[in-house]
T-cell receptor, first 113, second 112 residues
Framework: AQSVTQLDSQVPVFEEAPVELRCNYS??????LFWYVQYPNQGLQLLLK??????LVKGINGFEAEFNKSQTSFHLRKPSVHISDTAEYFC???????????FGTGTRLKVLA | NAGVMQNPRHLVRRRGQEARLRCSPM?????VYWYRQLPEEGLKFMVY????????ESGMPKERFSAEFPKEGPSILRIQQVVRGDSAAYFC??????????FGPGTRLTVL
């Protein structure tokens, strides 16, 4: 069964520094990949998604992610973070052709002044 | 272009009461999914419904939980005789087919 691993539960980073949030999934079959952001007591907002095509995906708020099939990874990056990026970030995977999204446990990004 | 609507946004119940959570999918979407987010955890799939049909309820607890998506009206997730462990955020998502899902803002259930 598909599973998603977000190894870092918390990532502190200083403002304007780069950040990478890691996501690995278990199965190498064709997948759809997603990153969501969740601000405190709010819903999920889609940051970016990989469905097919270019392996480098650009999303909102300056985030991007790269799909690496051989390493079954979909790490999220931002070259320069802002205080407002402080939130929880979830990686999700679904096997292509299925409907069930499998979520990671989340990474709490804390941007420090 | 309204997104997925959920209400109430916050719900407080005492142990033993019933909780009803409602989800209105996006216009044109006939597929609805419910997920639960326990504190400090990611979202876990509960149930997938199409109009008047439960397609997959493999993530639903065996007792006290039920879901429906009637021909008219919103989808309802019903929790009978709530316990403290049911306190969580419940998210609904909808899709046009079995493709990209769009998530609602969630209902935060607190059981006292």
């Amino acid at each position: 069964a598909q599973s998603v691993t977000q190894l870092d539960s918390q990532v502190p980073v200083f403002e304007e520094a780069p950040v990478e949030l890691r996501c690995n999934y278990s199965s190498s079959v064709s997948v759809y990949l997603f990153w969501y952001v969740q601000y405190p007591n709010q819903g999920l907002q889609l940051l970016l998604k990989y469905l097919s095509g270019s392996t480098l995906v650009k999303g909102i708020n300056g985030f991007e992610a790269e799909f690496n099939k051989s390493q079954t990874s979909f790490h999220l990056r931002k070259p320069s973070v802002h205080i407002s990026d402080t939130a929880e970030y979830f990686c999700a995977v679904s096997d292509r052709g299925t409907y069930k999204y499998i979520f990671g446990t989340g990474t709490r990004l804390k941007v420090l002044a | 272009n309204a997104g997925v609507m959920q209400n109430p946004r916050h719900l407080v119940r005492r142990r033993g009461q019933e909780a009803r959570l409602r989800c209105s999918p996006m216009k044109g979407h006939s597929h609805v999914y419910w997920y639960r987010q326990l504190p400090e955890e990611g979202l876990k799939f509960m149930v997938y419904l199409q109009k008047e049909n439960i397609i997959d309820e493999s993530g639903m607890p065996k007792e006290r939980f039920s879901a429906e998506f009637p021909k008219e009206g919103p989808s309802i997730l019903r929790i009978q005789q709530v316990v403290r462990g049911d306190s969580a955020a419940y998210f609904c998502a909808s899709s046009r087919g079995e493709d990209e899902q769009f998530f609602g803002p969630g209902t935060r259930l607190t059981v006292l």
